[in-house]
């Protein structure tokens, strides 16, 4: 199992450049989750998915977009970035309420 | 919503002494769970300790325990017999779950997070 995996660990946009951050996980996991980052702020709940085709937002979903075609990944669109998306990105995954939330390496991403 | 606030941005240690890290929470919920995970400098979030609100008795994994007042909406982690390893950001996370399709499945709220630091 390679649990939950992100691409890239890092990396530098110019303002209003678009990107695709990367999630996928190997467990069969139904519900995933992206988080950000902030310096004292702790981590940030942007969208999370419950299975294939059902998406919904969290705390923080502007400027970001997300779907779920298949149960394994879950990426995380920035159509437009801007400095306030300088953060670092979390994926997360579980099968279910009762059991740990598995996090991913994370992404550090700059936008200047 | 329910809120989670860490009101220490910093601690520290000696080495083989005990240290609390302090939490506080907000919620009108009567069942829920509670979190400590340790981020250390590689970024990875590791789950340290995790405490059901219905159970009474106070969660302990080896050095780390916790000291649960559900009245008083305060979970705090004392980590034990600090070693130079322990040494990262700890955030302290709330978790409401929420049904959808017959199934139950929970968000995390987290708090700001405690950087502590373990002196030799």
């Known amino acids: 199992n390679a649990g939950v995996t992100q691409t890239p660990k890092f990396q530098v946009l110019k303002t209003g450049q678009s990107m695709t951050l990367q999630c996928a996980q190997d467990?069969?996991?139904?519900?995933m989750s992206w988080y950000r980052q902030d310096p004292g702020m702790g981590l940030r709940l942007i969208h999370y998915?419950?299975?294939?085709?059902?998406?919904d937002q969290g705390e923080v979903p502007n400027g970001y977009n997300v779907s779920r075609s298949t149960t394994e990944d879950f990426p995380l669109r920035l159509l437009s970035a801007a400095p306030s998306q300088t953060s670092v990105y979390f994926c997360?995954?579980?099968?279910?309420?009762?059991?740990?939330?598995?996090f991913g390496p994370g992404t550090r991403l700059t936008v200047t | 919503a329910q809120t989670v606030t860490q009101s220490q941005p910093e601690m520290s240690v000696q080495e083989a002494e005990t240290v609390t890290l302090s939490c506080t929470y907000d919620?009108?919920?009567?069942?829920?769970?509670l979190f400590w995970y340790k981020q250390p400098p590689s970024r990875q979030m590791i789950l340290v300790i995790r405490?059901?609100?219905?159970?009474?008795q106070n969660a302990t994994e080896n050095r780390f325990s916790v000291n649960f007042q559900k009245a008083a909406k305060s979970f705090s982690l004392k980590i034990s017999d600090s070693q130079l390893g322990d040494a990262a950001m700890y955030f302290c996370?709330?978790?409401?779950?929420?049904?959808?399709?017959?199934?139950?499945?929970?968000?995390?709220?987290f708090g700001q997070g405690t950087i502590l630091t373990v002196h030799p």
């Open positions: 997360a995954s579980t099968p279910r309420a009762r059991y740990e939330q598995y």
């Open positions: 467990m069969n996991h139904e519900y």
């Open positions: 998915s419950v299975g294939a085709g059902i998406t």
């Open positions: 919620t009108s919920e009567s069942d829920y769970y």
């Open positions: 405490q059901e609100a219905y159970k009474q």
């Open positions: 996370a709330y978790r409401s779950d929420f049904n959808a399709g017959g199934t139950s499945y929970g968000k995390l709220t």
